[in-house]
């Protein structure tokens, strides 16, 4: 149990490390509102759900959705299934009346998402294909608050179609606000956009 952010600080047991979790944390300890949403594309075994979510707590937000097929990502030929660890994670940190769990294509859940859901931060850690993340963006950027957020793992040169979907979110109006910087041959970069502020 880590005494600093109070939950049971998971194992690194998915594609991410302790910096782009803290990241995650402190993005939204800062940057969340009070009844905020956040949402998660892409939480295989809830490694970063569990930091998301623990912050989302603290900041007393109006819950998480986590998206995930649970089966792996089809573009990286993936076949498994990361469901029952997912919820067990879940469970031992009591995070279920705070999470929401929607299994399924983050496309197709994205046509059935209610307008009025505003999404306060999105951590996209999905499909990392140019064609998938590009999408993720293009499907939910109308989804996001006015001062929303949005979050691209492995924004880093091992993952050009993740660097594309950044490209994507400047020419949609979006700035970089800030980043954990990749390295050049290991990766592990993130980086958080906002729309550009109307002056
Ligand atoms: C890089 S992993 C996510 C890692 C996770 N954030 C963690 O903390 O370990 C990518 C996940 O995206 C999911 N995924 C890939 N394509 C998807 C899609 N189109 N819709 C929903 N989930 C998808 C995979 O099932 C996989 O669990």
Redesign the pocket.
């Known amino acids: 149990m880590s005494c600093l952010y109070g939950f049971w600080v998971p194992p690194y047991?998915?594609?991410?490390d302790e910096r782009r979790c803290r990241f995650l944390y402190d993005l939204i300890i800062r940057h969340l509102p009070k009844n905020g949403l956040a949402v998660?594309?892409?939480?295989?075994?809830?490694?970063?759900?569990a930091w998301v979510a623990a912050a989302s707590r603290r900041k007393k937000a109006r819950g998480v959705v986590a998206?995930?097929?649970?089966?792996?990502?089809?573009?990286w030929g993936?076949t498994w299934d990361?469901y029952p660890e997912f919820m067990k994670r879940l469970e031992r940190n009591a995070f279920k009346d705070l999470v929401r769990v929607k299994r399924?294509?983050?496309?197709q859940i994205a046509l059935s998402w209610k307008k009025e859901e505003e999404i306060d931060l999105l951590?996209i850690?999905?499909?990392?294909s140019e064609e998938?993340a590009c999408r993720d963006v293009t499907d939910y950027v109308p989804l996001l608050a006015r001062s929303g957020i949005i979050v691209l793992?492995?924004h880093d040169a091992l993952h050009p179609g993740v660097l594309k979907a950044g490209q994507l979110l400047g020419s949609l109006g979006f700035e970089e606000l800030s980043c954990v910087r990749g390295d050049l041959m290991k990766g592990g970069g993130s980086m958080a956009f906002q729309r550009k502020r109307v002056v």
């Open positions: 047991d998915g594609m991410m998660e594309i892409g939480v295989f075994k809830g490694c970063s759900t998206i995930d097929l649970f089966t792996g990502t089809p573009s993936e990361t399924g294509d983050s496309h951590h850690d999905g499909d990392h998938g793992d492995d």
